[in-house]
């Protein structure tokens, strides 16, 4: 079983930055792929971004050129840098790992708010 520690959620006035960090620890095989989703209030939860073993990065077309997705294989740890955020990105944003062994594992949310 593979756990899940996010931090670095927060309030924040639109235009602002924060970044996003989850570690992953436990039984951990290789991990294959890391990620970030979110659901906001009413919603469904909803791909954000991801980056795969070999770097290879994915987005949400809502967040392409606003957010990087990150990962330091050595700490299994996976970063999401958020700039120029908008009151629409309010949201419980979820890490998401996958282990070719573990299988899937998802943190338990950082809350981030993004308001004036």
């Known amino acids: 079983q593979v756990q899940l520690v996010e931090s670095g959620g927060g309030l924040v006035q639109p235009g602002g930055s924060l970044r996003l960090s989850c570690a992953a620890s436990g039984s951990i095989f290789r991990i294959y792929a890391m990620g970030w989703y979110r659901q906001a209030p009413g919603k469904q939860r909803e791909f954000v971004a991801a980056?795969?073993?070999?770097?290879?990065?994915n987005y949400a077309d809502s967040v392409k050129g606003r957010f990087t997705v990150s990962r330091d294989n050595a700490k299994n740890t996976v970063y999401l840098q958020m700039n120029s955020l908008k009151p629409e990105d309010t949201a419980v944003y979820y890490c998401n790992v996958d282990d070719i062994l573990a299988g899937e594992s998802w943190g338990q949310g950082t809350q981030v708010t993004v308001s004036s």
């Open positions: 980056i795969i073993s070999g770097g290879s990065t």
